[in-house]
């Protein structure tokens, strides 16, 4: 099994009620002033951070209120295998989401391989099947600094968010610099499956997302092809989170429900979670019952997104952390 995502799975914007067209149609769609502007102001970064972005430049989205004057909520958004950044952001509404949420919105773009498919080096299931080991931690962590030298971050509120081969790179980043984001969320992707490959130096508030009918990144985890490593259940990921997050064992499902893909008829996503995590941990999962691989998101998910993050910003004064 392959992520054919770029070539054989269409996608919808969901700020764009037209039918769905292919993953690589979207980036043309997507406005043009989803393009940081030209007079951005020049960043105060260190020669490291400054080095990874001129090699790989990427692409931000400010609010048209945005000022100086007060910190901003930042958004990183990591998109699936042989996607790329805009494609993802209009498939998830994002871009419209900028000026109606307030919100600083960073979208890089992963390696591209021999295929011409860009991937991300999350875990050893997903995505870097050549081996290249390039270091997707440190250069997305450099878009995170890069936003900050730039404009005012609000350092308790920056978010990731990845979708597939995105989710899986959301969960390392988690595991690899949770002293750097408040809140992760994983939209069809996994942890490592060797719990010791995941040592996060603090808890972080870490939501998944996965549709019960993916047959691309199985709900009940599988090996995704060739000799890669294989990846956890959507349960065991969550149960692994609820572990670093020292919340309670038990997972508890919400009596409400959500309708967020609107491919599915009714209320199709269960909310569950382990109760009970250390300050600012969480570890929570929206079970979408017959969703698969890429849901047909509702405005209703992109506000009950956006409350949960909001909701999951840092409050504690003090970092828990642990030795690595």
Same mark, same amino acid.
């Given at each position: 099994?392959?992520?054919?995502?770029?070539?054989?799975?269409?996608?919808?914007?969901?700020?764009?009620?037209?039918?769905?067209?292919?993953?690589?149609?979207?980036?043309?769609?997507?406005?043009?002033?989803?393009?940081?502007?030209?007079?951005?102001?020049?960043?105060?970064?260190?020669?490291?951070?400054?080095?990874?972005?001129?090699?790989?430049?990427?692409?931000?989205?400010?609010?048209?209120?945005?000022?100086?004057?007060?910190?901003?909520?930042?958004?990183?958004?990591?998109?699936?295998?042989?996607?790329?950044?805009?494609?993802?952001?209009?498939?998830?509404?994002?871009?419209?989401?900028?000026?109606?949420?307030?919100?600083?919105?960073?979208?890089?773009?992963?390696?591209?391989?021999?295929?011409?498919?860009?991937?991300? %080096?999350?875990?050893?299931?997903?995505?870097?099947?050549?081996?290249?080991?390039?270091?997707?931690?440190?250069?997305?962590?450099?878009?995170?600094?890069?936003?900050?030298?730039?404009?005012?971050?609000?350092?308790?509120?920056?978010?990731?968010?990845?979708?597939? %081969?995105?989710?899986?790179?959301?969960?390392?980043?988690?595991?690899?610099?949770?002293?750097?984001?408040?809140?992760?969320?994983?939209?069809?992707?996994?942890?490592?499956?060797?719990?010791?490959?995941?040592?996060?130096?603090?808890?972080?508030?870490?939501?998944?997302?996965?549709?019960?009918?993916?047959?691309?990144?199985?709900?009940?985890?599988?090996?995704?092809?060739?000799?890669?490593?294989?990846?956890?259940?959507?349960?065991?990921?969550?149960?692994?989170?609820?572990?670093?997050?020292?919340?309670?064992?038990?997972?508890?499902?919400?009596?409400?429900?959500?309708?967020?893909?609107?491919?599915?008829?009714?209320?199709?996503?269960?909310?569950?979670?382990?109760?009970?995590?250390?300050?600012?941990?969480?570890?929570?999962?929206?079970?979408?019952?017959?969703?698969?691989?890429?849901?047909?998101?509702?405005?209703?998910?992109?506000?009950?997104?956006?409350?949960?993050?909001?909701?999951?910003?840092?409050?504690?004064?003090?970092?828990?952390?642990?030795?690595?």
């Amino acid at each position: 099994m392959r992520f054919a995502l770029a070539v054989s799975i269409a996608l919808v914007a969901c700020d764009d009620p037209s039918p769905a067209v292919p993953v690589d149609a979207i980036a043309d769609a997507v406005p043009r002033d989803a393009v940081v502007s030209p007079d951005a102001p020049e960043p105060d970064a260190p020669a490291s951070v400054a080095a990874l972005i001129r090699a790989r430049p990427y692409t931000a989205r400010i609010p048209a209120a945005y000022t100086a004057e007060r910190p901003w909520p930042l958004l990183l958004l990591v998109h699936g295998y042989g996607a790329a950044g805009l494609a993802q952001a209009a498939y998830l509404g994002l871009t419209a989401s900028v000026d109606r949420r307030g919100v600083l919105l960073a979208v890089p773009d992963g390696t591209l391989d021999r295929t011409g498919r860009r991937f991300w %080096n999350a875990t050893d299931a997903c995505c870097d099947d050549e081996r290249t080991g390039v270091d997707d931690v440190a250069y997305l962590t450099a878009v995170v600094d890069d936003m900050a030298a730039r404009y005012r971050v609000d350092p308790a509120r920056v978010f990731v968010l990845g979708h597939s %081969n995105g989710g899986f790179m959301a969960h390392r980043l988690a595991c690899d610099r949770a002293d750097r984001f408040a809140a992760a969320v994983s939209i069809a992707g996994a942890t490592w499956a060797d719990p010791d490959r995941c040592t996060p130096t603090r808890t972080i508030a870490m939501l998944l997302m996965h549709g019960t009918a993916d047959d691309t990144v199985r709900w009940d985890g599988d090996l995704i092809g060739g000799d890669r490593g294989a990846y956890p259940s959507a349960r065991a990921s969550t149960a692994a989170w609820a572990r670093l997050n020292r919340c309670d064992e038990a997972f508890t499902d919400d009596p409400a429900r959500g309708d967020y893909d609107s491919s599915v008829s009714g209320a199709e996503t269960r909310i569950g979670r382990h109760e009970h995590c250390a300050a600012g941990g969480a570890a929570e999962l929206w079970a979408m019952e017959g969703s698969g691989h890429v849901p047909v998101f509702t405005e209703a998910w992109n506000d009950a997104l956006f409350a949960w993050l909001e909701a999951h910003a840092r409050r504690d004064a003090d970092p828990v952390v642990r030795d690595r």
